[in-house]
C-alpha cells in the first residue's frame, strides 16, 4: 500500500490549506484514513481523522478550524485547515487502517504517508 500525500506549504497566519492523500496498492477496504502532526521536539499527534462510512474525529486543538472528509471510490482522504496559525506549524502525516489483499487471504495493515511540511508564518 502506498500512500501519496501532497498540498502543504507556507501559507500566512490566518489562511488555509488542503492536504490530500490518496491511498493505493492491494486494497481490498479502508477502516480509518487521518492525518497526525508532528513538530520539531513533540511528539506525534493526530489532528483529524475519517472513517469510510464518514464519521471524523479531532483533536481539540482544531477543531471548529480543520475538516476531514474524503472520496471511498478514488480511497483519499482530505483535511481543510482554515484559520492556521503558527502552532499548526509541522509536518503532517497521513495514516490509512485498511484491509489488504494477500496470497493468503485478508490483513488489516496500517500505513502511513512520508509527510508534508506546513509552514505558517505570523
Known amino acids: 500500500v502506498q500512500l501519496q500525500a501532497s498540498g502543504g506549504g507556507l501559507v500566512q497566519a490566518g489562511g488555509s490549506l488542503r492536504l490530500s492523500c490518496a491511498a493505493s496498492?492491494?486494497?481490498?477496504?479502508?477502516?480509518?484514513m487521518g492525518w497526525y502532526r508532528q513538530s520539531p521536539g513533540k511528539q506525534r499527534e493526530m489532528v483529524g481523522s475519517?472513517?469510510?462510512?464518514?464519521?471524523?474525529n479531532y483533536a481539540d486543538s482544531v477543531k471548529g478550524r480543520f475538516t476531514a472528509s474524503g472520496d471511498n471510490d478514488k480511497n483519499t482522504v482530505y483535511l481543510q485547515m482554515n484559520s492556521l496559525n503558527s502552532e499548526d506549524t509541522a509536518v503532517y502525516y497521513c495514516?490509512?487502517?485498511?484491509?489488504?489483499?494477500?496470497?493468503?487471504?485478508?490483513?488489516?495493515?496500517?500505513?502511513w504517508g512520508r509527510g508534508t511540511l506546513v509552514t505558517v508564518s505570523s
Open positions: 495514516k490509512a487502517d485498511v484491509v489488504v489483499i494477500t496470497s493468503w487471504g485478508r490483513r488489516r495493515e496500517v500505513h
Open positions: 496498492g492491494s486494497i481490498f477496504s479502508i477502516n480509518e
Open positions: 475519517r472513517t469510510s462510512s464518514g464519521s471524523t
